[in-house]
């Protein structure tokens, strides 16, 4: 019998069972904020009419919905590959599933694991072309206990009103509990994170909740443990790489010593530390079977050819470039390394486009290029090339001139050699290149393959490792970025412990002039060109032979590398000359080209002058070149005076701010660009917001004292709700990231906002906040921090400065309705009693006095809370 015949057929239980539309929308219209949408209004209404008229309409809505998120599932399934265990478990009975927390792509998965696959029932299968790999009978989807913000989203509101209803996690939502305890007493499954929130780095308590549920329920609990998603989402809703997601169920655990008692709150603390512990133990056992798997995977890929094995470490980025030329890219190198001979012939040729690049930038006119002792590279492969990097070029610069001319014809570019393999010189970026669009495919072409700077990137060794056991050199940088100068005890020991674990030698080679050329940027390169003077010295090979048989200590390795940069450096400075000064490097038809046009037009010109004047359209040029990391016109040293620094049009917009200070307009433009943005911001928020303060008497204004305004913010519209509580000024401080937003960030600072600190010594902002507080100006202040502890020791650094800044008071805030700022959202504000100002006082005693303004700011956002009603 299907399920509309079961309707048809008047079977109310089962008809109870399945229908919980009325619930949740009860409960949706209960919260404030939830989605006034057109579309997501009239499926309330049609499922509100259809629950008790005819239930067949509301089953169809609820099956197209659930069908349209199984068809973005589907989608996503091309990268994730699911792993379910444990599915024989779940007993038939109604049950509660408890899984842990990571990601905000979990709630679909898991309600297609917690769920049998079937088709579709008649006359559902219309929707079947939505569901290729089947969805269950609505009657087991389990009902979610899920934010209440996602129901104010448009069309998501509607599509999680299938499976979820709205909890709202910031207070204790007894409400939320008795609508579980309706729909498991209806003989629904219903699916609680015991955590509440996402809790990767479990600084979240877990709530008992859903052991209170089962006991006074009498049902039991199936512990959940997934893994996998997080790593391919990284904290995302859409995954960005392809891997594993394994989910496994554990054993129903059942309470039923304590179903006839009461329960006390310690009790139920142990019985949900002893369920967060068997969801850990699931957890471990899929953390094992994704490694295994991704063994197996990376064994595979590692037997196969050059190209996959380096393909295979482009696709473990965490954004790696998706885009149809990248990844189309990728894949059919990888499935043209599989052929013979035509899979080479492939590779070389667009190795030979990639040199044809190279070498129309890297030309004669535009650089000259000295090579000595390339007799060095002579029979000694595979090695460890390694060399100090000045700048970008090196990557051009190596891949072009450091081969063997054997494997070269007489045009320059690279030939399969008698094994059909093409022998390119490979060498480690940094795999920011990797993750650029188009730049990646072309770095995989040239020979390069990326690793994670600053921390152990074993994949990356791997790879190395695996170039080198194919006869392949490969180029390491042990400075890991450009230095203009070279500092011998910068250098990491991976290049020398690769050596010596693979019984190959090192060449040390130096190079000297790229950093000077790609400082003047782009456009002084190549209009007109200057050749540029490069040289590249390749010393003699290193050999390591007294550990080739004993692990050397990461001293010795240490000692080692420091004695390797400081021969690349004397090979530089000359005091070592292990070469012939001979210049052999081979000419190709390019080169050949450009000596020709320019023995015509007088080319190149040898104006090695630093130019004191660019032009608007060179600095643009310049600023995009830099931070693509290909020039360097601005030297770290003024990079370190400048901790933050603003965008093109902002800075314009600033400098023309501070010409009209000069011309005596101050503080009359200051207030103009004031009131302009004050009065705009509050027209459009007022607008579209239904905005509510209480407590704004509370703020001082009349200027005797300095005000602390003091929130833990949620939401980054906290900042911009914030500077509409009052009509005077509120001075914000806000993260860099956003201070750099174009045009944003002129109208956040003629609001009065400013940056916060980047870094240990900047105190710039630190010494503005104080000087505001003197002026008896309004501060706000709203961290992003969660976690009671981490709160209280801010707050206690904020006392610190409103001592410094005496007479100053601080006055709790909280605002609530900007976790999902789509309107129309209720914004309720409530402002407590100021407190303060404050005496000189010992460390435990401002502990003390932060912890009592972290339990009024507490306080406070229960006030908010009830401003809703």
């Known amino acids: 019998m299907t399920a509309v015949e079961e309707f048809f057929n008047g079977k109310n239980k089962i008809s109870d069972r399945v229908h919980n539309s009325k619930i949740i929308i009860e409960r949706m219209e209960e919260i404030n904020g939830t989605s006034q949408f057109f579309a997501d209004r009239l499926d309330r209404r049609i499922k509100k009419s259809a629950v008790n008229s005819l239930p067949v309409v509301d089953t169809f809505l609820d099956f197209f919905q659930i069908s349209i998120l199984e068809t973005i599932l589907q989608f996503f399934d091309l990268r994730v590959k699911e792993i379910i265990v444990g599915m024989e478990r779940i007993p038939e009975e109604a049950v509660i599933f408890a899984p842990n927390h990571e990601t905000e792509t979990e709630h679909l998965y898991l309600a297609r694991a917690c769920c049998e696959r079937r088709d579709l029932d008649y006359p559902f299968r219309i929707l079947k072309f939505l569901n290729p790999k089947q ?114 169920f554990g054993e129903p655990i059942y309470y039923d010593k304590y179903y006839n008692q009461e329960v006390d709150y310690l009790t139920l603390r142990e019985l949900t530390d002893e369920l967060m512990d068997e969801i850990e133990k699931l957890k471990e056992n899929g953390r094992r079977k994704i490694k295994e798997l991704n063994e197996i995977k990376d064994n595979k890929a590692y037997s196969g050819h050059i190209n996959e094995v380096v393909v295979h470490k482009f696709n473990k980025l965490n954004k790696v470039p998706n885009n149809p030329i990248d990844s189309l890219f990728r894949s059919f190198m990888n499935f043209t390394s599989k052929i013979p001979i035509i899979g080479e012939r492939v590779d070389s040729f667009f190795h030979f486009l990639v040199r044809l690049g190279v070498d129309s930038l890297i030309n004669p006119l535009t650089f000259d290029v000295k090579i000595n002792g390339k007799e060095n590279l002579e029979g000694v492969k595979p090695a460890v090339i390694c060399s100090n990097h ?252 400048e901790p933050v620094s603003l965008n093109m049009i902002d800075s314009y917009l600033m400098r023309l701010k501070k010409q009209g200070e000069k011309l005596g307009l101050f503080p009359f433009l200051d207030d103009l660009f004031y009131s302009f943005t004050k009065r705009s911001l509050d027209l459009l928020i007022k607008n ?75 105190f710039g902002p630190l010494l503005h906040v104080r000087d505001l507080l003197k002026s008896k100006k309004i501060v706000g202040i709203f961290p992003q921090i969660k976690g009671k502890e981490n709160m209280i020791k801010y707050i206690a650094g904020i006392l610190k400065m409103a001592i410094d800044g005496k007479p100053t008071i601080i006055v709790p805030l909280a605002i609530k309705g900007t976790d999902t700022p789509i309107p129309p959202v209720n914004i309720n504000v409530a402002i407590g009693k100021p407190i303060g100002p404050f005496k000189r006082m010992k460390r435990e005693k401002r502990y003390e006095l932060a912890e009592e303004i972290y339990n009024n700011i507490k306080d406070v956002k229960t006030q908010a809370y009830e401003m809703r009603k």
């Not at 005890?489 to 060449?507: C, E, F, N, Q, W």
């Not at 860099?736 to 003629?750: A, E, F, G, N």
């Open 688 to 762: 579209l917001y239904n905005f509510k303060v209480e407590g704004a008497e509370n703020i001082p204004t009349n200027g005797d004292v300095g005000v602390i305004l003091l929130a833990q913010s949620g939401s980054q519209l906290d900042f911009v709700m914030g500077s509409c509580i009052i009509p005077e000024k509120v001075h914000f401080m806000i993260d860099s990231k956003t201070y750099k937003m174009p045009v944003v960030s002129t109208l956040l600072q003629s609001l009065g906002f400013f940056r916060q600190s980047v870094s240990q010594t900047d």
């Open 390 to 641: 000045e700048s970008f070029l090196e990557i051009g610069l190596y891949g072009l001139y450091l081969i063997d001319p054997k494997m070269t014809n007489y045009y320059g570019y690279l030939l399969p050699g008698d094994n059909n393999s093409i022998d390119k010189t490979w060498f480690m970026m940094k795999k920011e290149l990797a993750e650029m669009p188009i730049v990646s495919s072309w770095t995989l072409s040239a020979g390069g393959f990326p690793v994670r700077r600053g921390e152990s990137d074993k994949e990356a060794m791997r790879v190395a490792e695996e170039l080198i056991k194919r006869n392949r050199n490969v180029v390491m940088f042990p400075q890991q970025t450009t230095y203009p100068e070279i500092d011998v005890d910068s250098g990491k020991t991976g290049a020398v412990r690769l050596a010596i674990d693979a019984k190959r030698p090192v060449i040390p080679v130096s190079i000297k002039g790229s950093h000077n050329a790609m400082k003047r940027g782009v456009l002084q390169l190549l209009f007109p060109p200057k050749a540029f003077p490069i040289e590249i010295n390749i010393g003699k090979p290193i050999y390591y032979e007294e550990y080739y048989d004993k692990e050397p200590t990461y001293e010795e390795l240490k000692t080692l590398t420091r004695d390797l940069m400081i021969k690349i450096k004397d090979m530089q400075d000359k005091k070592i000359v292990e070469y012939k000064e001979n210049n052999n490097r081979i000419h190709s038809p390019v080169d050949w080209i450009f000596k020709s046009i320019g023995n015509l037009v007088g080319l190149p010109r040898r104006n090695l002058q630093d130019s004191t004047r660019k032009l608007p359209f060179e600095k643009i040029v310049n600023k995009i070149t830099d931070s693509a990391g290909i020039t360097s016109t601005v030297s770290k040293k003024d990079k370190s005076k």
């Open 135 to 248: 969805i269950a009978r609505k009657k087991q989807v389990p009902i979610f206990f899920a934010k209440y913000q996602l129901f104010n989203l448009p069309i998501v509101s509607t599509l999680f009103s299938s499976t979820a209803f709205p909890v709202e996690r910031e207070i204790k939502d007894t409400r939320s509990l008795e609508i579980g305890s309706r729909f498991l007493q209806r003989g629904s499954n219903i699916l609680i994170y015991p955590e509440g929130t996402r809790n990767l780095e479990k600084k979240a308590k877990p709530k008992s909740g859903a052991v209170r549920l089962a006991i006074q329920n009498k049902v039991p609990i199936i512990p959940v443990g997934h893994v996998g998603l997080y790593e391919l989402t990284k904290g995302s809703f859409v995954p960005s790489r392809n891997g594993y997601w394994h989910c496994e």
